[in-house]
């Protein structure tokens, strides 16, 4: 049986490589070994996936304690969790905002596991654990969702937009979180039309656990891990026009891209050479005018359904 510290280890590392795995593999308009930004390179995910581990063990740790009635879920944090690890993470590398998308599913996704129990072969149980994640959501407050806003200023973001309520650029905005006790699930909730990071938060990760994570599974059963990945990204993309884009390049754009990327699925992605050629052309146009089509929420789901499979057992 696993110790305390030996389970939460065990989930950072899970995540850590989840992490690794996702910037690893060329998807389109995304960073990978062959592909970087203008100020973003491959080297900078990867030390922010290594920054990122005392943060997730934290985050493991203290859904561990919220089962041993050693704190209360209110009393988790996940701001300052998700704040640290950004701050960790900006000092790290100099690639700028990399995986902010990724840690804020993530840090939940980890006391969630924490809270779950390890089953014999492993893995968890995906229900329960969603249960858990539903449950440390929940909890937060408004001092987790002002910890988010500060979390965001040291990311630094690109495609933020404007809003009318609460913007993350309004300086009074954390006072009034404060002041109105608004927490940061019901930050998500005002901000689930058009973010889907925020999305998943506000709906226990639908994008997640019933779409990305079954297909992928069943990609990997079958088929390479960067065959799998890509499909899964660009399935989900398919599925879900990438709110980074929306933001930042209008509805419009964001679904003639979905409607790219399910073409590309039909003609068979990487598996056939019509689709191999038809993902490099959308990549090449992903990639037009300083990457502003760049797929980014895309990929941060996509990574979070990595973590999935490497929680339940997935081994490259």
């Known amino acids: 049986m696993m110790s305390s510290y030996q389970k939460a280890h065990h989930i950072t590392k899970c995540l850590q490589l989840a992490t690794m ?16 930004f203008k100020e973003t390179r491959v080297e900078h995910f990867l030390a922010s996936a290594i920054a990122s581990g005392p943060s997730l063990h934290r985050a493991a740790t203290r ?20 704040k640290t690890c950004i701050a960790d993470i900006a000092a790290w590398q100099h690639g700028g905002n990399t995986i902010l998308g990724t840690v804020m599913l993530f840090v939940p996704l980890a006391v969630a596991a924490g809270m779950t129990a390890i089953e014999k072969n492993g893995g968890f149980d995906f229900s329960i654990l969603r249960q858990n994640l539903d449950l440390a959501i929940r909890a937060t407050t408004a001092k987790d969702a002002v910890q ?38 019901e930050v998500c909730n005002l901000a689930s039309s058009y973010d889907d990071i925020c999305h998943e938060w506000a709906n ?7 779409l990305a994570y079954p297909y992928l599974w069943k990609q990997l059963n079958s088929k390479p891990l960067n065959v799998a990945v890509v499909h899964t990204f660009l399935y989900v993309l398919s599925n879900h026009p990438d709110t980074f884009i929306a933001r930042k390049m209008g509805n419009t754009k964001a679904q003639e891209i979905s409607k790219e990327a399910k073409n590309i699925i039909a003609l068979g992605g990487l598996e056939t050479p019509t ?11 992903l990639r ?9 929420t895309t990929a941060d789901l996509t990574a979070t359904a990595l973590a999935l499979c490497v929680l339940g057992g997935y081994r490259p």
């Open 148 to 185: 988010l806003y500060e979390a965001i200023e040291i990311a630094c973001p690109s495609g933020l937009g404007d809003v009318s309520e609460l913007d993350v650029t309004d300086l009074t905005s954390k006072k009034k979180l404060l002041k109105r006790q608004i927490s940061l699930l």
């Open 275 to 285: 689709g191999k050629e038809s993902i490099y052309a959308f990549d090449k146009k």
């Open 288 to 296: 037009l005018k300083e990457n502003t089509c760049n797929p980014g």
């Open 63 to 82: 859904g561990i304690a919220v089962t041993k009635k050693q704190i209360a879920p209110q009393k988790l944090g996940m701001g300052n969790l998700i």
């Open 21 to 36: 795995l996702e910037v690893s593999i060329q998807k389109p308009g995304n960073v990978s070994f062959s592909a970087s």
């Open 204 to 210: 226990n990760y639908p994008i997640t656990f019933d």
